[in-house]
């Protein structure tokens, strides 16, 4: 009889919160026999060996190429694995006024963080059987509009519902898909992300680690948790967000923001 292969895939396996979820499934998921770790810097995919058991299958895919997709579901239909946790951590925010971006900066933030997480999580889900696991990193930037930051929150916001809406539809495959929302990680993202107004409030906020982060949503997930936000910052946005009226919430931000 054919062996089949157990496998997890980890999109933005490179850096920051994906890497570090890599280590963690490595530790805790003891009957994988692969994670396939996708991102455009497959040296550093590769690197990423030295740090794990378990074997890596390095993906160098670049997420906004439509081809990517192409390549992942051919890999899967020659390999058919039996994917036990699918993480999306591959994305991205800049910093800066909605029309005061580049147009690439713009559209790149809704092909990555929406299309691609859609694309990736359509594709893996055939191969996803009950008891599997789907991570969405969203961010807490999606729980309320955020200005200087506008088009990065709105591609979150788009996860979180998107995230929710699937677990709903996945319940009787029991299939759970946890979305995460952290605060400030402290990641390359900030590096990427660039300066703004909003950028220096954000500066201030306490950050988490990209460690921090992995294992809460790794609990979250094996809890059956929808959402998941770690620390004083994610939790309390997604508060204030629940109480108050956005208009009221878009007001604080204004006056925050001339207060710096
Ligand atoms: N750091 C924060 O404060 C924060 C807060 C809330 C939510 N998040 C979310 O957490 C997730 C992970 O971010 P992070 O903080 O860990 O940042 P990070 O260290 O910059 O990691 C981003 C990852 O995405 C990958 N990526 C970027 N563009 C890609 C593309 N076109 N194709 C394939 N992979 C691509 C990067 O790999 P390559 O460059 O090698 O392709 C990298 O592995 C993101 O979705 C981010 O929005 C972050």
């Known amino acids: 009889m054919e062996n089949i292969a157990n496998i997890a895939i980890v999109t933005g396996a490179s850096s920051g919160i994906g890497r570090e979820l890599v280590k963690l499934i490595d530790q805790e998921y003891a009957s994988l026999d692969e994670i396939w770790v996708v991102a455009r810097r497959e040296e550093r995919l590769t690197e990423l060996q030295n740090e794990v058991l378990v074997k890596l299958v390095p993906c160098g895919l670049d997420l906004m190429r439509v081809s990517s997709y192409d390549e992942l579901r051919e890999k899967l239909d020659e390999h058919k694995p039996n994917v036990k946790l699918l993480a999306n951590a591959a994305g991205y925010g800049k910093f800066g006024k909605i029309g005061q971006l580049s147009l ?42 955020q200005p200087n930051f506008g088009i990065y929150a709105a591609t979150k916001a788009y996860v979180i519902s998107y995230s929710r809406a699937l677990n709903e539809e996945l319940r009787d495959r029991h299939i759970i898909v946890t979305a995460a929302c952290p605060g400030p990680v402290e990641t390359e993202f900030f590096d990427v992300a660039g300066e703004s107004d909003r950028s220096s409030m954000i500066a201030g906020l306490p950050r988490t680690t990209p460690e921090q982060e992995a294992r809460h949503v790794l609990a979250a997930s094996r809890n059956g948790k929808a959402i998941s936000t770690k620390g004083p910052v994610a939790s309390g946005f997604r508060f204030l967000a629940k109480a108050l009226p956005v208009g009221a919430l878009l007001l604080a931000m204004r006056y925050l923001n001339k207060m710096k």
Do not use: W
């Open 104 to 145: 690439d900066d713009e559209l790149g933030m809704v092909r990555l963080n929406c299309e691609a997480l859609t694309a990736v999580t359509s594709i893996v889900l055939p191969y996803i059987q009950p008891g599997g696991r789907i991570i969405q990193i969203a961010s807490s930037a999606g729980f309320a509009p």
